[in-house]
């Protein structure tokens, strides 16, 4: 089965300073990779995913990932963070095959300081 | 854009009750899921359907069960609430090419 795990449950940061979260997955075979963002008091939304091709990703407001096989590592990282990605973040893979379901880690949240 | 609707975004059940949490997509997707979201637990996979009258148990699955009897529709069905089954519940769908739609989440409170 799959698992996921975030390194850090929670990271504060100043604006400016530049961002790492961490995210390894267990599953031996082809996956599909993904972060999600939730904002305060609002519903999920798809930063970035990874399905095969580049291993770096570009997302959304600035943010990327790069998928590591040999690690089984896909960390977000986005160079100067701004106040606004104060929000939790949750890193989810997909084994690629039928009948399996997205696995999410369990969280990490950011809080950034003005 | 792929729309995951859920019927009720608050609900105060009480203990013991029976309770059913709705959520419809107007895609056409084969596949559908339900997870809880939690504090510092993120999302955990409750139960997913891969085809009509098709289920398959999540990480989690305890206390739930789920009904799909039309492809756009997938129930989830609380036999009988307990408080720590408080907490919000997402929905979503997704089609051939991987990606995921989420519902708005259904706040569930059992007392």
């Known amino acids: 089965a799959q698992s996921v795990s975030q390194h850090n449950h929670h990271v504060i940061l100043s604006e400016a300073a530049s961002l790492e979260l961490g995210c390894n997955y267990s599953?031996?075979?082809?996956?599909?990779l993904f972060w999600y963002v939730q904002y305060p008091g609002q519903h999920l939304q798809l930063l970035l995913k990874y399905f095969s091709g580049d291993p770096l990703v570009k997302g959304i407001k600035g943010f990327e990932a790069e998928f590591i096989k040999s690690k089984f590592s896909f960390n977000l990282r986005k160079p100067s963070v701004q106040w606004s990605d104060t929000a939790e973040y949750f890193c989810?893979?997909?084994?690629?095959?039928?009948?399996?379901?997205?696995?999410f880690g369990k969280g990490t949240t950011l809080s950034v300081s003005s | 854009d792929v729309k995951v609707t859920q019927s009720s975004r608050y609900l105060v059940k009480r203990t013991g009750e029976k309770v059913f949490l709705e959520c419809v997509q107007d895609m056409d997707h084969e596949n559908m899921f339900w997870y809880r979201q939690d504090p510092g637990l993120g999302l955990r996979l409750i139960y997913f359907?891969?085809?009509?009258?098709?289920?398959e148990k999540g990480d989690i699955p305890e206390g739930y069960s789920v009904s799909r009897e039309k492809k756009e529709r997938f129930s989830l069905i609380l036999e009988s609430a307990s408080t720590n089954q408080t907490s919000m519940y997402l929905c979503?769908?997704?089609?051939?090419?991987?990606?995921?739609?989420f519902g708005s989440g259904t706040r569930l409170t059992v007392v």
């Open positions: 979503a769908s997704r089609g051939d090419a991987l990606g995921y739609t």
């Open positions: 599953y031996g075979g082809t996956v599909n």
């Open positions: 989810a893979v997909n084994a690629n095959q039928a009948g399996t379901a997205l696995i």
């Open positions: 359907s891969y085809d009509v009258k098709m289920k």
